[in-house]
Antibody, heavy 117, light 110 residues
């Protein structure tokens, strides 16, 4: 059974850092791009970042470029999101998502990040 | 890049069909075949229900179908059931941003 399990969320002050992790299982991890998508409380979905199968290509939405870094460890079947210089508007549930080519075909349950003083 | 435009809410009675629209531009929906739809039930993660405009993943009900015309896409839910109550989001690839989601539509079964 396919599983994506996120961890690392929590409360952080503005300007702080947090590293999210996502453990993948139930599929051949090295065959797929992976992505992070976030959802602010009561709001819609926003694509954040994606990373190629071998980690050689990474793309970001403008609002996080230069502050967030996506990475992966294929030996551990894991993908990460390092978030620096966090702002209030980064508060959201962050979903780890398997990328099926041009669409988000399997989602984790999400981890909540709250940026507040 | 603004979010794709969807109606805030759509409702229907059990057994009826409803259509959710998703309006974009020539830079997103109009320029690509990478249009997808997601269902999000309360308190749960989104689930892919349509990809590449009109393709259903394995296990998704035949009652869900998608289409596209020009800069707009549509999701049709036929034979509406109580279990279809959820939020629905469209999504399109766009060269400028990467991927842009719709504003979301709350479906209510009367």
């Amino acid at each position: 059974e396919m599983q994506l399990v996120e961890s690392g969320g929590g409360l952080v002050q503005p300007g702080g850092s947090l590293r999210l992790s996502c453990a993948a299982s139930g599929f051949t991890f090295t065959n797929y791009w992976m992505s992070w998508v976030r959802q602010a409380p009561g709001k819609g979905l926003e694509w954040v970042a994606k990373i190629k199968e071998d980690g050689s290509e990474k793309y970001y939405v403008d609002s996080v470029r230069g502050r967030f870094t996506i990475s992966r460890d294929n030996a551990k079947n894991a993908v990460y999101l390092q978030m620096n210089s966090l702002r209030d508007d980064d508060t959201a549930v962050y979903y780890c998502v398997k990328f099926g080519g041009a669409y988000f075909d399997y989602w984790g349950q999400g981890t909540l990040v709250t940026v507040s003083s | 890049q603004s979010a794709l435009t969807q109606p805030a809410s759509v409702s229907g009675s059990p057994g009826q069909s409803i259509t959710i629209s998703c309006n974009g531009t020539s830079s997103d929906i109009g320029g690509h075949t990478s249009v997808s739809w997601y269902q999000q039930q309360p308190g749960k993660a989104p689930k892919l229900i349509i990809h590449d405009i009109d393709h259903r993943p394995s296990g998704v009900s035949l009652r869900f179908s998608g289409s596209k015309s020009g800069n707009a896409a549509s999701l049709i839910i036929s034979a509406l059931r109580a279990e279809d109550e959820a939020d629905y989001y469209c999504c399109s690839f766009t060269a400028s941003v990467g991927y842009v989601f719709g504003t979301g539509t709350r479906v209510t079964v009367l």
